[in-house]
């Protein structure tokens, strides 16, 4: 996952993120691996509260005045370093200790599988008062990794004209696809006839049809989705 943060954040179509001088974009990517179907991440904004120093002005007169080394300069350099690294080491809880942070959430969004194909999306929890505007982009990818494989025949139904028509076709289930062709030989010598990308289905659970959906035995359906084309008519 590509992601891309923004200060000035998504409708269902692809667009292109506009960039601004307001937006702080993030070159990064995010690979998660062995995820299950309904997975969540959470994203978390923070940004950094820094105060000012009131005493960084008085460092600076200081500094200005001569830088002649003397005896007695030198030795106070020396005794100064030496007293600011025995506070340290003589903080209470010692090195370990937990200190509180200046980074505060601004804003927080959790990714499912639904945010797939999505872009821009709306922060939660973000402060009245943020410099944020509260939206962030991202680029999402999601593909199934399979290292099953299995050939056999099956019968496809298939629509011919509009009239449709059972046809034996030799399968081959390799990752997420089953590509089909006409007999075994087929497969290393011709492109097949078709594929079905399982990426696609959206059928939750595969398992044998109804019989009054189907009176053929041992039939399943796999129903999957496509963006619509010109030339799509109803049937």
Excluded at 173 to 180: H, Q
Excluded at 199 to 215: K, L, V, Y
Aim: charged share 25%; proline share 5%.
């Amino acid at each position: 996952q590509e992601h891309s943060k923004e200060s000035p954040a998504r409708s269902t179509p692809h667009r292109t993120p506009i960039i601004t001088p307001n937006t702080k974009a993030i070159q990064e990517r995010l690979f998660k691996q062995d995820v299950s179907n309904d997975f969540e991440i959470n994203i978390e904004v923070y940004s950094l509260v820094q105060k000012k120093d009131p005493s960084g002005l008085d460092k600076k007169k200081k500094t200005s005045k001569s830088k002649a080394i003397t005896p007695k300069r030198l030795l106070t350099s020396i005794t100064t370093k030496s007293n600011i690294h025995s506070s340290v080491m003589a903080s209470p809880g010692g090195l370990s200790a937990v200190r509180t942070s200046n980074f505060a959430l601004v804003g927080s969004y959790t990714l499912s599988l639904s945010s797939v194909g999505n872009t821009k999306f709306v922060l939660d929890k973000v402060p009245f008062l943020s410099s944020l505007e509260g939206h962030i982009y991202l680029k999402i990818k999601c593909q199934v990794n399979s290292s099953v494989e299995e050939r056999g025949f099956l019968t496809i139904f298939e629509d011919v004209s509009g009239f449709g028509a059972w046809h034996r076709r030799w399968c081959v289930l390799s990752g997420n696809c089953i590509s089909y062709w006409t007999y075994p030989d087929d497969e290393k010598r011709k492109n097949p006839i078709g594929r079905i990308n399982l990426a696609n289905c959206t059928s939750r659970q595969i398992e044998p049809a109804n019989r009054e959906f189907c009176a053929r035995r041992n039939t399943f359906e796999l129903i999957t989705v496509r963006p619509q084309r010109e030339d799509d008519r109803e049937t």
